[in-house]
């Protein structure tokens, strides 16, 4: 099977400008979970779907949007870009909601000017 | 709120001398999984564990979930250079509605 799919896999964006991202995950696996990884932070949640629903939420602000299609692709979406949304995000697909293992894919790598 | 502490956060070994990490929760977990992620690469699954005191193995690297539920170790063996990377634990609650992943132990190997 093919693995966890993210584009684009590098970005660069000032600030101010909004941004989207993309995931397919891997055949089959219903759920997409969203993480940011920064040096500083470590993995922070971001969100969940499941079935074109969002499931959890992680703290962060309104900017950080996402959705899911009904093929499971998901996108996230973040307007207004900040200096501090520089990162790598993360998509994570796994067979179902619930504690599941998370198969992660590459990451998208943003860089905010 | 739910936190997963862990510890340490950087360890320098010598190729060949034993490692471990360990992971701390503030509440009982449902599970706890194990991340690896190599140097500019994205977390990868390593194993999951659910029952209580349970204690899996993968050729050198051992994990062990607490009798409480809320601690949880990774031990390798005579360390490689492959075994370079950050190892996270991620934990999930019972009224599971999400993983808390820790900060991750940064493993650095010299040969």
């Known amino acids: 099977k093919a693995g966890v799919t993210q584009t684009p896999r590098y970005l660069i964006k000032t600030r101010g400008q909004q941004v989207t991202l993309s995931c397919s995950p891997i055949?089959?696996?219903?759920?997409v979970s969203w993480y940011q990884q920064t040096p500083g932070q470590g993995l922070q949640f971001l969100f969940e779907y499941f079935s074109e629903t969002q499931r959890n939420k992680g703290n962060f602000p309104g900017r950080f949007s996402g959705r899911q299609f009904s093929n499971s692709r998901s996108e996230m979406n973040v307007s207004t870009l900040e200096l501090g949304d520089s990162a790598l995000y993360l998509c994570?697909?796994?067979?179902?909601?619930?504690?599941?293992?998370?198969?992660f894919g590459p990451g998208t790598r943003l860089t905010v000017t | 709120g739910q936190q997963v502490m862990q510890i340490p956060q950087y360890q320098h070994v010598q190729e060949g001398e034993d490692f471990t990490t360990y992971c701390n929760s503030s509440?009982?977990?449902?599970?706890i999984q194990w991340y690896k992620q190599r140097p500019g690469g994205h977390p990868v699954f390593l194993i999951q564990l659910v029952k209580s005191g349970e204690v899996k193995k993968q050729k050198r690297l051992t994990f062990q979930f607490g009798e409480a539920k809320k601690n949880s170790s990774l031990h390798i063996t005579a360390t490689q250079t492959t075994d370079v990377g950050t190892y996270f634990c991620?934990?999930?609650?019972?009224?599971?509605?999400?993983?808390?992943f820790g900060s991750g132990t940064k493993l650095n190997v010299k040969p």
């Open positions: 991620a934990g999930a609650t019972y009224n599971f509605n999400k993983f808390y």
């Open positions: 055949s089959g696996h219903r759920s």
């Open positions: 509440t009982t977990l449902s599970n």
């Open positions: 994570a697909s796994s067979l179902s909601d619930g504690p599941y293992e998370q198969y």
